[in-house]
């Protein structure tokens, strides 16, 4: 009776031990929520501003468009299920695991319904349709688990989930299991309606059970499962979660969401338009996110409002409208895996920041075109001037718009379809300029009126309003023009002449009456400064940096910021700013991290940073610091290439007009603080190929290769989901390199020939918001030749020593010491003669090639080095046309003399110290190239064959120097023979040497003065 007590009160103990296990582990993950929730600052979902989805399909490396299930493990790493195999995702890349044919270490099936992530041991279940397969990532190799070799109740693995006792639950087609991964012995549990949709261990370390018969829960003391009465709207219970502690949520198929209290105790019901509930997820701003059966994806946020999303054929849609699966990652990125779709990714960091735009399926949408204008009058309506289409006006109170253009029959209407600047006067009216002169808008009779002050048909490009009464014009080709309307009075500035000229150029791009009271002129060439009181502008002209002046003469915009700096925005020469203290301009160009240099427009937001709109893309500069931040379309901004049109509006957005409509900033513009990537290095190669195919990284690794494995390759990769293939990295290998190497997106680094020693190589990685990691590592050791080692060197040592008792036995002796010293001169007359024999063994005397006997013993050495390394090994044979004809027409000596010619434009057409040049005998030549492709080798065969052809045939003149035999001299060309491949095993230099022969005389064949290329063996 007591040790029964015993084993109770240990079974007791051992249960709270666990429960707070569970608790702890259940605290831990609402402490990274807390941290996702400082990484990143705002909601997903904004009224200012829309939701961008981005998808990945095959295109990607998606193994199928179906995604059952998602995890990411504790390295990061991203895993989709799919029906067709297991695929790992970096951020660049996916690889697949599939079932492997005829072997029992692959996947256990191909179509995965679940996966379960071991994130203590880094491991993987997959529930797939013919078992479950437990996936050991180190070991790179799955042990499955089926039917017929298991006891498994049914081979259609739902769900999973894994207790802290260790054992795997597997929810089937048709009932319950448990799996004891000690010894493989599996038990079976019979559940109502047989099929297990969803288990859970909550953070009270009870199993729940999602059926099709409602909630059920394993009782841990009696070892059966029980039901739990609740009152649900549906019983199909497919997913059960506990995003919050202690309270349960539950997705019901034709039943919608339920939230229950750990006694389950219904707290709330969320029905949907569809309430085929199939996954759920909640984000870290609180965002309930609801996968349908093809009703697409319900987002209920913390207020209860309900957000729904269908799918769509833009890109920024949702990609399907059955939503299988869901994820949020670490860096708060939600992936959605869809049923036929692949997948759809919201990243909170890119928004859809275009609120106008043209569509043709939508009459009411803005009009097609470049937005040239853009105005808000006194009733905060928004006014666009479209491109060869007037004028479209934006209700913000019923959010319509209205369009204006130029009709002959309607009197009142506007003027000319081209307009180019607005500008709202203090009574209400808007004044409009346009191809064909100014017009007044008249809002109380919603009509245009023509306003007759100028030349008739002016094309307007600018107008400023600097009183109640006073207005500068800017025209296309007439200047500028002051217009005072009380008086009537008018006065023009233009451009004459170089001799008389009022303004730098006659078309003004842009004006603006800055709070100093000075007017600025931007102009097609140059920029006028006409300070107050003046009647004369001062130009301002192209210059150089190095004096601080502007960079470019076509000013396209000029903006005043909140301290009162004038920028100058160039549609070729970036931005500058007017230095009031030392009069001149400090400039911004693509050199200092613009995204273009064509500048259209220019606001400032209000962090008091300025924004830029280029045709290529917006800047964000800080006039503080200088730093300067790009954005692309997949920041959200619609398009790269921008125009004229932009508008600070009352409520403090920024409206920039582009070729794809209107992009608007909001007021409270957040830029997302990045964790910095996870970096590994992924790989590590010798000769091109792994060292080790299963090791998954080796940051931190210490590694040692012998002397003569010196060409080492390393693979990186940077797992920042955000935008992956715009991370950059930079490496340096520490004891070689001086400084870091920038490696752009590339993430691999080589090196060859390295000498012995240590290193260390450091690689770096930077995402698109200068979320920058910390260095990472792997070190090695080049071993040391044994001729280098230290054994060798006191073997060195000793024998120096000996030589040096040798030597001095021999000063001892006189006599031996004369003996010695004329033997010593003799010697070295000896070696002289060596080196000149050696020399001549292998050079010819004519020509200073090689000759076959260096052939024979370099081309071996080489064949050997290409079929180790696998390099491409090319041979090339040529001998002169009719050179015997030389020979008989001019005599030997001018035979002789053209032999050394061609040897010497050989010479100087071989550029690299590996390339070697040989006289095979007689007017036949050899040129041997390592590690040069078949493209280069031919080119190079065509600049040999040209400028041999350019030889003249010489002779000896009287003074012994060369000359021209006359004027005619007859065209002398060469026949090639061309074999480039990378050598088999089995060939041989006199088979790699027949090939050449035989092309050679292909190319004689066909003619001469030819290049024939030999197909190989």
Not at 185 to 202: A, G, H, M, W
Not at 318 to 342: A, E, F, R
Not at 662 to 683: D, G
Request: proline content about 3%.
């Amino acid at each position: 009776m007591g040790v029964v007590s015993m084993t109770a009160v240990y079974k007791a103990l051992s249960r709270v031990f666990l429960l707070a296990l569970v608790s702890m582990l259940m605290a831990s993950s609402v402490m990274v929520l807390d941290i996702y929730g400082e990484t990143i600052e705002a909601p997903i979902i904004r009224d200012d501003v829309g939701i961008l989805f981005e998808r990945m399909g095959r295109e990607s490396g998606l193994s199928n468009l179906s995604v059952s299930s998602m995890i990411q493990d504790k390295y990061g790493f991203l895993w989709f299920g799919t029906q067709s195999g297991l695929n790992r995702y970096n951020g660049r890349e996916i690889e697949v695991y599939k079932t492997i044919p005829f072997r029992e270490d692959g996947l256990a099936h191909n179509l995965v319904q679940t996966i379960y992530y071991d994130h203590q041991r880094h491991e993987i279940w997959v529930g797939t349709y013919q078992g479950v397969s437990h996936f050991i990532i180190h070991e790179n190799r799955f042990v499955n688990y089926t039917v017929k070799n298991d006891n498994l109740s049914n081979p259609i693995i739902i769900a999973i989930e894994k207790d802290l006792e260790g054992y795997v639950w597997l929810g089937t087609m048709n009932g319950l299991n448990r799996l004891d991964t000690r010894d493989g012995t599996v038990k079976q549990y019979d559940i109502p309606k047989e099929t297990v949709r969803s288990l859970f261990i909550d953070s009270k370390g009870r199993l729940l059970i999602g059926t099709y018969d409602g909630l059920l829960m394993m009782d841990p003391v009696s070892d059966i499962v029980v039901p739990i009465e609740i009152d649900l709207p549906s019983p199909n219970v497919m997913v059960i979660k506990e995003f919050n502690k202690n309270i349960l949520t539950l997705g019901l198929w034709d039943g919608g969401v339920v939230e229950l209290d750990m006694d389950f105790n219904v707290l709330s019901r969320i029905s949907y338009s569809d309430n085929r509930v199939y996954s759920l997820e909640k984000t870290y701003d609180g965002t309930l996110w609801v996968g349908t059966w093809g009703g697409g994806l319900f987002a209920t946020e913390k207020n209860k409002s309900t957000h729904h999303f269908t799918s769509g054929d833009q890109d920024q849609d949702l990609v399907h409208p059955i939503v299988y699966s869901m994820l949020q990652d670490d860096s708060g990125i939600l992936w959605i895996g869809t049923n036929g779709g692949g997948i759809s990714k919201l990243n909170p960091r890119k928004r859809d920041y275009v609120k106008f735009s043209h569509d043709p399926k939508v009459p009411d949408s803005m009009d097609i075109g470049k937005i040239n204008y853009i105005q808000q009058d006194n009733d905060e309506n928004i006014w666009f001037a479209i491109y060869n289409n007037g004028l479209n006006k934006y209700n913000t109170k019923t959010e319509s718009i209205t369009k204006y253009k130029y009709d002959e029959n309607q009197e009142g209407s506007l003027m000319d379809n081209q307009v180019m600047a607005m500008e709202l006067l203090e009574d209400g009216r808007i004044l409009v300029g346009t191809a064909k002169g100014l017009v007044f808008y008249n809002p109380n009779t919603d009509t245009f009126i023509p306003w007759n002050i100028l030349p008739e048909n002016l094309r307007i490009y600018d107008i400023e309003r600097v009183s109640d009464h006073e207005l500068w014009i800017g025209t296309y080709t007439n200047g500028l023009f002051y217009y005072n309307m009380k008086t009537d009075s008018t006065k023009q500035y233009s451009f004459t002449d170089e001799a008389y000229h009022t303004l730098s150029d006659n078309l003004v791009y842009t004006i603006h009456h800055d709070s100093k009271g000075r007017l600025w002129v931007g102009t097609n060439n140059g920029l006028n400064l006409l300070e107050k009181g003046s009647d004369t502008f001062k130009m301002y002209e192209k210059g150089s940096r190095e004096e601080n002046q502007l960079a470019n003469n076509s000013i396209a915009d000029i903006f005043e910021d909140s301290t009162g700096r004038i920028w100058i925005g160039m549609l070729d020469g970036g931005v500058a700013y007017y230095d009031e203290i030392n009069k001149n301009f400090i400039s911004f160009t693509e050199e200092d991290g613009l995204s273009s240099n064509a500048v259209i427009s220019m606001l400032e937001g209000n962090d008091n940073l300025i924004w830029i709109a280029t045709y290529d893309g917006m800047s964000i500069l800080n006039p503080t610091t200088g730093e300067i931040r790009i954005l692309t379309t997949d920041d959200g901004i619609g398009g790269m290439e921008f125009s004229k049109g932009h508008l600070k509006s009352s409520d403090g957005s920024m409206l920039f007009g582009g070729v794809h409509g209107v992009t608007v900033i909001p007021k409270e513009y957040s830029e997302f603080r990045m964790n910095p990537p996870k970096l590994y290095i992924t790989a590590v190669e010798l000769f091109q190929q792994p060292i080790d195919e299963k090791r998954l990284f080796y940051n931190g690794a210490r590694l040692k290769f012998a002397p003569e494995e010196t060409f080492l390759g390393f693979k990186f990769i940077a797992l920042d989901y955000d935008s992956p293939s715009k991370i950059i990295f930079s490496y340096k290998l520490v004891g070689f390199d001086q400084d870091w190497i920038y490696a752009g997106t590339r993430n691999y680094a080589s090196y060859s020939n390295l000498p012995s020693g240590d290193y260390e190589l450091m690689v770096v990685a930077e995402g698109i918001r200068y979320n920058k990691s910390e260095p990472v590592s792997v070190y090695f050791t080049i071993e040391t030749p044994w001729y280098r080692t230290k054994w060798a060197l006191m073997i060195y040592a000793i024998i120096m020593i000996l030589m040096g008792y040798g030597i001095i036995r021999i000063i001892e002796s006189s006599e031996l010491k004369r003996r010695n010293s004329k033997l010593a001169k003799l010697n070295e007359k000896l070696e002289v003669v060596n080196v000149e024999l050696e020399t001549l063994s292998v050079k010819d005397a004519l020509t200073d090639f090689y000759n076959r006997r260096y052939l024979d013993f370099k081309l071996e050495e080489l064949l050997r080095l290409a079929k180790r390394s696998k390099t491409n090994l090319t041979l090339i044979m040529f001998d002169i046309d009719n050179f015997k004809d030389i020979n008989d027409q001019y005599g030997h000596i001018a035979g002789d003399y053209y032999l050394v010619d061609v040897a010497d434009t050989v010479h100087r057409l071989l550029s690299r110290s590996t390339d070697k040049a040989i006289r095979y005998g007689g007017d036949e030549f050899i040129i041997i190239l390592y590690d040069n492709n078949p493209e280069s080798a031919y080119a190079l065969c065509e600049t040999i064959q040209h400028e041999v052809s350019q030889i003249p045939i010489q002779k000896e003149s009287e003074s012994g120097s060369k000359t021209k035999f006359g004027s005619e001299q007859p065209k002398t060309t060469i026949s090639i023979g061309l074999v480039s491949m990378v050598p088999s095993d089995d060939l041989d230099k006199e088979q790699f040497i027949a090939l050449a022969d035989q092309a050679l005389y292909k190319a004689k064949e066909l003619g001469k003065n030819q290049i024939y290329v030999s197909d190989g063996l």
